[in-house]
């Protein structure tokens, strides 16, 4: 079994202009969680706690070196149950006019696969999971936003979306109609890559290339995270910033069992 040693960071910051964090994280090894809720009056704060809530009582911890179907199959129960606790939240409520209460959720977990090391990673939404090595930064996740789906039809640039005035649109989340349809992504776990999971309070803030700079110049999880939610803020804080860092330092390769 190939053993990985994590380091973990994880910040959160109202930011400079809400007035509430709707923001959640959860980041217990194997899995770690960034939720961004959406809808006032306790809309948003209550479904982004809901869908970690949910992914806590998965309890992954319990599990040794679970693999990328039994991963799977765990976030995507954690997401079902979470997408009927918020509409039983939001039938609770009543029908208030405009009352929403949504969340994101990108979620990343540590699977063995023939006792391979790998990051099984989920969206919905627009929070993201990047992975930082060898000094270069990819974004692992595909936003499910308005403006992704304008580029992908070639009428909108990356510039473009990122001043939008509907870049804030998700077109996939929790606590819509139907079942949740997350995306996966599975990476190999290589010594020294980092595992960034963000809200859009960090990415719609400071560009890519000012997240690998921290991600490069910041070597402690913990203090890259606070990092990035600290330049976030610098940038305008205009919006919730949650960063959560994940370093796989070093693989030990066969383990004597
Ligand atoms: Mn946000």
């Known amino acids: 079994m190939e053993r990985v040693t994590l380091a973990v960071g994880a910040a959160t910051d109202v930011g400079r202009v809400r007035e509430v964090n709707q923001d959640a994280f959860f980041a217990t090894p194997p899995l770690f969680v960034v939720a961004d809720g959406m809808g006032g009056h306790h809309g948003g704060d209550v479904a982004s706690r809901i869908a970690v809530e949910e992914f806590e009582r998965a309890d992954a911890a319990a599990l040794t070196a679970p693999t990328s179907p039994v991963g799977s199959r765990l976030i995507t129960l954690a997401l079902e149950s979470a997408q009927v606790r918020i509409a039983e939240y939001a039938a609770e409520q009543g029908a208030v006019e405009d009352w929403y209460a949504g969340t994101t959720a990108v979620a990343g977990m540590l699977v063995h696969d023939q006792d391979r090391a790998a990051w099984l990673v989920a969206n919905l939404g627009d929070s993201r999971a990047y992975c930082f090595a060898h000094g270069r930064l990819e974004q692992i996740s595909v936003d499910h936003s308005l403006v992704q789906e304008m580029m992908a039809a070639g009428r909108l640039t990356p510039e473009q979306a990122t001043t939008h005035p509907q870049r804030n649109i998700v077109t996939r989340a929790l606590g819509g109609p139907g079942v949740p349809e997350p995306d996966f992504f599975r990476l ?43 330049d976030a803020l610098a940038a305008g804080g205009l919006d919730n910033a949650t960063a959560v860092v994940v370093d796989a330092l070093a693989r030990v390769g066969q383990s004597p069992d």
């Not at 980092?194 to 490069?216: H, K, N, P, Q, T």
């Not at 110049?217 to 203090?223: F, G, K, R, T």
């Open 188 to 230: 190999p776990v290589a010594s020294d890559t980092r595992l960034l999971l963000c809200s859009d309070g960090i990415s719609g803030m400071i560009d890519d290339a000012a997240i690998a700079r921290v991600l490069a110049e910041v070597p402690d999880a913990q203090h890259a995270a606070e990092r990035l939610v600290a």
